[in-house]
């Protein structure tokens, strides 16, 4: 069992940088893929960024690739996301999630997820 408890999302200018944390409780975290997605108002939830156990795989979505940079620390129990050059298409609820499948975009191989924290990018 993952409890997964996001942070660092807020209000920001376009062209900024934000940086958002998940915190995960369990021994098992190191044991997990993670990822994070994202979900606007009215749309689908959308696949961001994913990192293996180790950390030694990164996987983005074409279109944020560049900009989004997922890390993880397995001794602090944390997943990162560092967003710079934020655009207005960015605001969202992120969420972060953890799954045995390495690879995946499809957020039905993620079994444990977050609530979630607001993104919200001013023009």
């Known amino acids: 069992q993952v409890q997964l408890v996001e942070s660092g999302g807020g209000l920001v200018q376009a062209g900024d940088s934000l940086r958002l944390s998940c915190a995960a409780s369990?021994?098992?975290?190191?044991?997990?893929?993670m990822g994070w997605f994202r979900q606007a108002p009215g749309k689908e939830r959308e696949f961001v960024a994913g990192?293996?156990?180790?950390?030694?795989?990164?996987y983005y979505a074409e279109s944020l690739k560049g900009r989004f940079t997922i890390s993880r620390d397995n001794a602090k129990n944390t997943v990162n996301l560092q967003m710079n050059s934020l655009k207005p298409e960015d605001t969202a609820n992120y969420f972060c999630?953890?799954?045995?499948?390495?690879?995946?975009?499809?957020?039905?191989?993620?079994?444990?997820w977050g609530q979630g924290t607001q993104v919200t990018v001013s023009s």
């Open positions: 369990g021994r098992t975290f190191s044991s997990y893929a």
């Open positions: 990192i293996s156990w180790s950390g030694g795989i990164r």
């Open positions: 999630a953890a799954g045995s499948s390495v690879g995946s975009r499809n957020s039905n191989l993620y079994q444990y």
